[in-house]
């Protein structure tokens, strides 16, 4: 399982309409090609920040398939507007689980 973290930061006074944005998308994320799941989560010290994390079975189903379909054009209509610059985003694999 991979895991996408997407740290997005957007134009303060617009956090609820990213927010509804991004509920508006979570569909088109979760019928993707590979996608496991997704989570919204907002930095606590500066709401302006967001991480969505989305599982995937492989990076290609993210950056091959998810970014190469209409989906991915939808989904930043929705939410683009309001990105405050372009989001910073990696994948990442767990290596070892505690608890």
Avoid at 90 to 96: F, G, L, R, V, Y
Wanted: hydrophobic share 35%; aromatic share 12%; net charge negative.
């Amino acid at each position: 399982m991979i895991l996408e973290v997407a740290e997005i930061t957007v134009k303060t006074g617009s956090e609820r309409l990213f927010e509804e944005g991004v509920g508006k998308a979570a569909p088109l994320f979760l019928r993707a090609k590979g996608c496991h799941g997704l989570s919204l989560h907002r930095v606590v010290q500066t709401p302006s920040i967001y991480r969505l994390v989305v599982k995937w079975e492989t990076v290609d189903d993210h950056v091959v398939d998810f970014r190469n379909s209409d989906d991915f054009q939808e989904w930043r209509k929705l939410v683009g507007p309001y990105f405050d610059g372009p989001p910073s985003v990696t994948h990442s694999e767990c290596t070892a689980f505690y608890g």
